[in-house]
């Protein structure tokens, strides 16, 4: 009777994430389908309730570059109204996924995208419930954190047909793996996330500060006496430089991603703070509004300070300027959201204030909402 | 050879093969958008579109599909009000036919140009076959401006191949300059282009 027991308390947990995960989704898609009703799909401006095309509702914008690898692969063909864009700028392992789920179970592009994004995010939303307690906070906070995730604002993409909900999984298994010393488990992760999203190689700093705090420079500086614990470090750059030499042998040109993504979309680095300082006092709102909220998370990601989770802080720091590294500030809000420990933090800090977090949770469903709108409608607040 | 030593070998190998990688890419790596806009370039100067003497070619809004294939390099998408040119240089290559057999005209019509404070008169330069035909200069607040040239025989072959080069003096970014989020190198606002035979007064 015992392990029924704890079945039970187990799958309790479990239960009401699905159940929270569930009911998030449902909010979103009716917001999605009362948009198209209300404004038109944007391509077409039909007014449709079409069950069987749901799925279109999570797939615009980046989407189609997606779907253009899943139906013909790469190619080096550019955009007719924008030259230099190529489909180069996405990486390999969402839409080879996409394609996987695709044969087995014989469903369009589109779906089986939409059931890879939701899978993943479901799979993540279950581990970060366990890292939670793997850095010994409480139940609660997991359930907490797993909430801000499901409702935070522009959470919808973790649905749609990008690859958020596949980079959240693989960083979370990867972190996970890694506090519970399992290092191949880890490093194998991060190399499918440096294959998910260039920014996914920066696993090594994590992973390096989890190491130095936990075995001090030993295995640094005697790396054949103690190599297991390096395997992370290892092994995290290897889906990216996979995907370089596929980009060599196929363009002779390794750097094809930042190559297309600099002549098609204009992506080029500066000093984040003059980049944010551009954003802040650019004349697009939008530019405003994605540099403000991700500043919030930044924000936000100092209450990881507050329980020792150093190696988490430094790593969403590090990200952070990378991103902000951007002159565009183009979907900033979007790349900060795939930090999941900036939530665990927020929930940690608000356990004891329910009122606080409710409010909080309120006004994250709340803009999330009115991004889902954009999103539907074609909004470029929403990319 | 034990589990420690396997472990050893495959990290020494994964460093060595990332930094070959590294080294290799380095050296042998090449833009390959650069290398596919200079072979586009190549081949429309090789084998330009064709160009009906006396044809007025559009640069404004949606109906300059016909005036693209003449676009080798420099040129932005079109707008309302004709195509700037982004960059140093802007480049349109045609054949004409029929193949002139005396002196043409050229007449540019430039909306407007980028200036700014720093640099109130932009300047352009107009080559036909590497020849200098033309020269304008445009200040802050001018009206759009009629640019007529004469293309000389001596500058034209008989296949009718003609390369028109536009010599942008200060190309610049509205982005640099703070004036908005543009980043293109801004220069002419090219309007509309004819070239014609020069009509030959009865004696």
């Known amino acids: ?383 | 050879m034990n589990q420690l030593h396997i472990m050893v070998s495959g990290v020494a190998m994964l460093g060595c093969f990332y930094i070959g990688s590294w080294a290799f890419f380095k050296i042998n790596s090449v833009d390959f958008i650069v290398v596919q806009h200079l072979a586009y370039m190549e081949q429309r100067r090789r084998e330009p579109a064709s160009y009906t003497l006396g044809t007025l070619l559009n640069f404004a809004g949606e109906i300059t599909a016909a005036t693209k294939r003449y676009q080798v390099q420099g040129w932005s998408h079109p707008e309302t009000w004709g195509t700037w040119t982004d960059g140093a240089v802007a480049e349109l290559a045609m054949r004409l036919t029929p193949a002139p057999s005396g002196p043409l005209k050229l007449m540019i019509r430039i909306q407007t140009a980028m200036t700014h404070r720093q640099q109130p008169i932009q300047e352009i330069d107009v080559l036909a076959n590497d020849a200098v035909i033309g020269h304008a200069s445009f200040r802050a607040g001018d009206p759009p401006l009629d640019l007529n040239s004469l293309i000389p025989a001596t500058a034209l072959n008989n296949e009718g191949m003609l390369r028109l080069v536009f010599r942008i003096a200060h190309p610049s970014s509205p982005k640099a300059l703070g004036m908005s989020e543009d980043p293109r190198r801004l220069g002419i606002l090219v309007n509309q282009i004819r070239i014609s035979t020069v009509a030959v007064d009865a004696p």
């Open chain 1, 1 to 383: 009777m015992r392990w029924i027991v704890a079945l039970r308390s187990r799958l309790g947990p479990y239960a009401r994430i699905l159940l929270i995960f569930l009911a998030s989704r449902l909010m979103l898609t009716v917001i999605g389908v009362l948009t198209l009703a209300n404004f038109g799909d944007p391509p077409t401006q039909d007014h449709w309730l079409d069950w069987d095309k749901l799925p279109h509702l999570y797939a615009r914008w980046d989407s189609n570059w997606y779907l253009s690898i899943i139906d013909s692969g790469y190619s080096r063909v550019e955009v007719a109204e924008q030259a230099g864009a190529t489909n180069f700028a996405f990486f390999p392992l969402y839409p080879l996924l996409v394609i996987a789920a695709q044969k087995m179970w014989g469903v369009s592009a589109i779906t089986a995208g939409v059931l890879v994004s939701n899978l993943a995010f479901i799979a993540a939303l279950l581990l970060i419930f366990e890292y939670v307690q793997a850095i010994r906070l409480s139940r609660r906070v997991g359930i907490m954190a797993v909430l801000l995730l499901c409702f935070v604002p522009q959470g919808f993409i973790f649905s749609a047909l990008y690859t958020e909900s596949t980079f959240l999984l693989l960083l979370v298994a990867a972190m996970y793996a890694l506090r519970h010393r399992f290092y191949l488990i880890s490093g194998l992760c991060a190399a499918l996330l440096s294959a998910t999203r260039a920014n996914g190689v920066f696993f090594v700093v994590f992973a390096a500060i989890w190491l130095l705090r936990q075995h001090g420079l030993r295995p640094l500086l005697y790396p054949w006496r103690h190599p297991e614990p390096l395997l992370p470090i290892a092994l995290a750059p290897l889906g990216l430089v996979i995907f370089w030499w596929f980009c060599f042998l196929t363009t002779g040109d390794a750097f094809a991603q930042a190559s297309t993504a600099w002549h098609g979309w204009g992506w080029q680095t500066d000093l984040p703070w003059r980049n944010l300082a551009n954003h802040l006092s650019s004349t697009n709102l939008n530019a405003q509004f994605w540099a403000i909220s991700s500043l919030v998370v930044f924000s936000l990601s100092f209450t990881l300070l507050r329980l020792k989770l150093y190696e988490e802080f430094i790593f969403c720091l590090s990200i952070m300027l990378l991103y902000w590294s951007g002159v565009l500030p183009n979907s900033l809000l979007r790349y900060s959201i795939v930090l999941f420990p900036v939530f665990i933090g927020i929930s940690s800090a608000l356990e004891n204030h329910p009122f606080l977090f409710w409010l909080w949770l309120s006004l994250c469903g709340l803009l999330n909402g009115f991004l889902m709108t954009a999103w539907t409608a074609g909004r470029e607040i929403s990319i």
